[in-house]
């Protein structure tokens, strides 16, 4: 594989496994409280209108905008992959072509 190409790879390599790390980071530090927060205030901890508008603030907007995050990182995610895949089969195109020339060139009769 060519120099640049392996270069490019652990570039996507390294922005993937970074991608991964920041989506653990919206579930388990953003997400997981606010539904246990949700959690504790339906269980009785908090009761009355602002109980009640906490937990819509929380289910209706919070919630949806954290999963959001998570959705667009998942995403870039699935289209890094994609790009990981199209260098590949880039290079293995390149160097068919490569041999076939060189074959060729050098070919005897």
């Not at 927060?37 to 109980?51: H, T």
């Amino acid at each position: 594989m060519n120099f640049l190409f392996r270069f490019v790879l652990k570039v996507v390599e390294g922005v993937l496994s970074q991608l991964m790390q920041q989506l653990n980071v919206v579930q388990e530090l953003a997400m997981a409280p606010m539904r246990a927060m949700i959690q504790q205030v339906l269980g009785g901890v908090w009761r009355g209108e602002g109980a009640n508008a906490f937990v819509q603030e929380v289910s209706t907007m919070m919630i949806p905008g954290v999963g959001r995050v998570a959705d667009t990182i998942t995403g870039l995610s699935s289209n890094l992959h994609y790009a990981q895949s199209v260098i590949d089969r880039t290079d293995e195109d390149v160097s068919k072509i490569v041999k076939s020339k060189i074959l060729e060139t050098f070919q005897f009769f």
